[in-house]
């Protein structure tokens, strides 16, 4: 999980990336993940946002500031190169390999805080999950609302809510398609969810 308070450390982890991108077959990886190839770069499309990955690094196509998590989390995709389709299935992080390690620090960062922060706003949510690409979702679970995120190029996102009541708190809950680890690492998977909550939040 990232941590805000160390940016220069991250921008140190950046500038390693950037060194790996210098040296990757981006177009190959690029042409594995079904992604536009233009000018030397990759564009990718992170929830709503395009970025051109390419040797010299990570770029907003609409030239605005791209956050550090942002960068490193589409370099990384670029550097895994997966391959394969989604699976149509969500798990919670704690059902990926290796997730239940770090499944409870995912439940406070990145589910309590989009509980926490739409709570009672539901509509709010809905407005601002549509704004990044989010469709309603059909669950089994009963929930008061679900959506679809095509958070990156197959690797979709899933988040539910139950609103607060007189009884519970709001509780909000973070899916992965079941290939998600064939694209990215749990640590970026981790940062990934953190990334669309924030992005919500931004929205709204």
């Given at each position: 999980m990232f941590d805000s308070e160390r940016p220069d450390v991250y921008e140190q982890v950046y500038a390693g990336l950037v060194d790996r991108l210098a040296g990757a077959d981006l177009a190959g990886h690029a042409a594995d993940l079904g992604l536009a190839w233009e000018g030397g770069a990759a564009l990718v499309p992170?929830?709503?946002?395009?970025?051109?990955?390419?040797?010299e690094g990570v770029r907003a196509v609409d030239g605005g500031k791209a956050a550090?998590?942002?960068?490193?989390?589409?370099?990384?995709?670029?550097?895994?190169?997966?391959?394969?389709?989604?699976a149509g299935r969500f798990v919670p992080y704690r059902q990926l390999p290796g997730g239940?390690?770090?499944?409870?620090?995912?439940a406070l960062a990145v589910e309590g805080r989009l509980a926490k922060g739409f709570s009672g706003r539901l509509t709010d949510l809905d407005r601002s999950a549509r704004a990044l690409g989010g469709q309603p979702a059909a669950t089994e679970a009963r929930v008061d609302a679900a959506w679809r995120f095509p958070a990156l190029p197959r690797l979709p996102l899933m988040i539910t809510i139950?609103?607060?009541d007189e009884d519970f708190p709001a509780e909000a809950k973070l899916f992965y398609d079941l290939t998600a680890p064939n694209f990215l690492d749990l640590e970026c998977l981790a940062a990934l969810g953190?990334?669309?909550?924030?992005?919500?939040?931004?929205?709204a």
């Open positions: 992170l929830l709503g946002r395009d970025y051109r990955v390419d040797r550090f998590t942002h960068r490193i989390v589409l370099a990384h995709y670029l550097l895994h190169g997966g391959r394969g389709e989604e239940a390690d770090f499944a409870r620090s995912m139950n609103d607060a953190l990334i669309l909550v924030l992005e919500l939040e931004a929205a």
